[in-house]
């Protein structure tokens, strides 16, 4: 059977990569969370004092940071290493969120993840999410969504994850939080967030996570009967 790369790009928290894990299980195809890796770069920036106006550093940060995912059988998922040691529960925390669009606004930076994550599909069968996943990363995706939701909804429900997770953080921390990445997710130079031109939009502010993953897969069926 024939396979396809599916490109799930969106603004911050609005189940992209529940949706993507999900649509992966439910098809037999990998997940990559392309976030992840930015908040692994970022992790690492954090803890080795990286400055973000320095390019000779960042470069130098950049040939040190070994990003890898592996399999978590007990969450079903794969969780992300960064050299070697697996760092899945420490990017999600608040910290992270509070660089993370900063870094990833970095053209070094950038470059360096969209070119390890063209390298590490070596054939069709994928769900990748991110933000400039079917404009930038795989421009010839087969299947391409836009996913977006109202701005306090997306805060909600990032406030539960946290909280399942132990942080507890007020709501309109994560409100500005989500904002400021937003606009610094949509208006930097390089890979910029955005919806491509042959991308489908889905607004899941009122759709429940079942409701999220049968569109995608309906999309995947209807684009796979004419290929
Ligand atoms: O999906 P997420 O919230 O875990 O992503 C974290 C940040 O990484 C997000 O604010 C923007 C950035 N990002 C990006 O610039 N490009 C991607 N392909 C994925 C994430």
């Not at 299980?25 to 803890?47: E, P």
């Not at 660089?99 to 070094?108: C, G, L, Q």
């Not at 967030?193 to 502010?205: G, N």
């Amino acid at each position: 059977m024939k396979k396809t790369i599916i490109a799930l790009d969106g603004h911050s928290s609005c189940g992209k990569s529940t949706t993507a894990k999900q649509v992966a299980k439910k098809l037999g195809y990998a997940f990559i969370d392309t976030g992840a890796m930015y908040r692994t770069v970022s992790l690492y920036f954090h803890d080795n004092h990286v400055s973000l106006t320095n390019p000779k550093e960042i470069e130098k940060a950049l040939s040190e940071i070994h990003i890898t995912f592996h399999f978590n059988e007990h969450r079903g998922a794969s969780d992300v290493y960064l050299n070697g040691l697996n760092v899945e529960e420490e990017i999600r925390k608040m910290y992270i969120s509070q660089m993370v669009s900063e870094v990833s606004a970095i053209t070094i930076v950038r470059k360096a993840m969209v070119a390890q994550q063209q390298k590490m599909v070596k054939h069709r069968g994928v769900v990748m999410d991110g933000r400039d996943i079917g404009t930038k990363v795989f421009p010839d995706a087969e299947i391409k969504v836009f996913m977006t939701a109202e701005p306090t909804i997306r805060a909600a429900r990032r406030q539960q994850e946290l909280l399942s997770k132990g942080e507890m953080v007020d709501l309109d921390i994560i409100l500005e939080n989500l904002k400021k990445r937003d606009i610094i997710d949509s208006t930097r130079e390089e890979g910029p967030l955005s919806q491509a031109e042959d991308a489908v939009l889905m607004d899941t502010s009122f759709m429940t996570i079942d409701e999220q993953v049968d569109f995608v897969i309906q999309l995947h069926d209807s684009v796979l009967a004419r290929l």
